[in-house]
C-alpha cells in the first residue's frame, strides 16, 4: 500500500473553526500532511479565507467579504461554535506561513471565478511565501485552472469534481488531476487518472467506513475533517 498524504479540509476543523490560524496549527500537531483552505478577496484586495461568502462574527453580526475592509472584516472576533477562543479571519498569507513552517502540502481552493490579475497575485504570493511546487490549486471553475497553467505551469492543478458535476474526462486534455467527492469516486475513475500519471484526492471522509475504504484503495489524498496523521 503506498504512501497517502492526508489533508486537513479547512485546518482541523471538526474541533477548531474551520479556515482559522488555530486550524492549521492544530493540524500541523494532528500529523495532518497537508490542509485544504478557501481564498476570498476583500474590497481592498486582500486575500483571506472564508468558505462562505459572509464573515460571521461573535456579535451575530455579519459582512459580506468582497464589500468590507481587511480592516473590518478582522476589528471583531469571528462566530466560534468550536471553542472558547477569540479567533479572527485568517489571512491567506498566514495560512502560506504555517504550512512553510511545518513542511505542508496547501491544497487551495479559489472561491468563484478569479480574474487572470487575481490568481497572478494568489500564486505570486505562494511562490514569495513558500514554494509552489508544495502547493495544489483546486478549483470547480475550470477557467481558474486554465488561468493559473498560464501564468504558472510548474503549479499543479486540480478539477474539483462532485455530484451533479460531469465531463471530468476534460482533465485529461490538459493534464489535470481530480479533487472527487468521495461519494461518486470509482476505482475505474481512479485508474483513469493514474494510467495518465495524474493524482486523485477524495473529499471529505469523515466516518471509519469510508476512511477505512479509502486507506485500501490507490488514492494520492484523502481530505478529512476529522482524520490526521496515520502510517501507511
Not at 128 to 152: G, H, M, P
Not at 208 to 220: G, N
Amino acid at each position: 500500500m503506498k504512501h497517502i498524504c492526508m489533508i486537513a479540509h479547512r485546518g482541523y476543523s471538526s474541533k477548531f473553526l474551520m479556515n482559522t490560524e488555530q486550524a492549521f496549527v492544530e493540524a500541523a500537531k494532528h500529523g495532518s500532511g497537508g490542509a485544504e483552505t478557501d481564498v476570498r478577496r476583500t474590497k481592498d484586495g486582500v486575500y483571506v479565507l472564508s468558505h462562505d461568502a459572509e464573515a460571521r462574527f461573535a456579535d451575530g453580526t455579519e459582512l459580506l467579504v468582497a464589500e468590507a475592509t481587511f480592516a473590518e472584516l478582522t476589528a471583531k472576533p469571528l462566530k466560534n461554535d468550536k471553542t472558547d477562543d477569540d479567533v479572527y479571519l485568517c489571512t491567506f498569507r498566514r495560512y502560506l506561513e504555517v504550512m512553510r513552517d511545518n513542511d505542508m502540502v496547501c491544497f487551495v481552493e479559489l472561491k468563484g471565478p478569479f480574474t487572470d490579475a487575481q490568481v497572478g497575485e494568489v500564486f505570486a504570493m505562494v511562490a514569495e511565501v513558500y514554494d509552489l511546487k508544495k502547493c495544489i490549486l483546486q478549483s470547480f471553475d475550470f477557467d481558474n485552472l486554465l488561468r493559473a497553467r498560464a501564468q504558472f505551469p510548474e503549479l499543479p492543478l486540480m478539477l474539483t469534481y462532485g455530484t451533479g458535476e460531469s465531463h471530468y474526462e476534460r482533465c485529461f486534455d490538459y493534464g489535470f488531476s481530480l479533487d472527487i467527492d468521495y461519494a461518486i469516486v470509482t476505482e475505474e475513475i481512479i485508474r483513469q487518472f493514474h494510467d495518465r500519471g495524474l493524482e486523485v484526492a477524495v473529499w471529505t471522509v469523515n466516518t471509519p467506513e469510508a476512511f477505512e475504504r479509502f486507506k485500501q484503495m490507490d488514492v494520492d489524498y484523502i481530505e478529512s475533517d476529522v482524520y490526521g496523521g496515520f502510517d501507511l
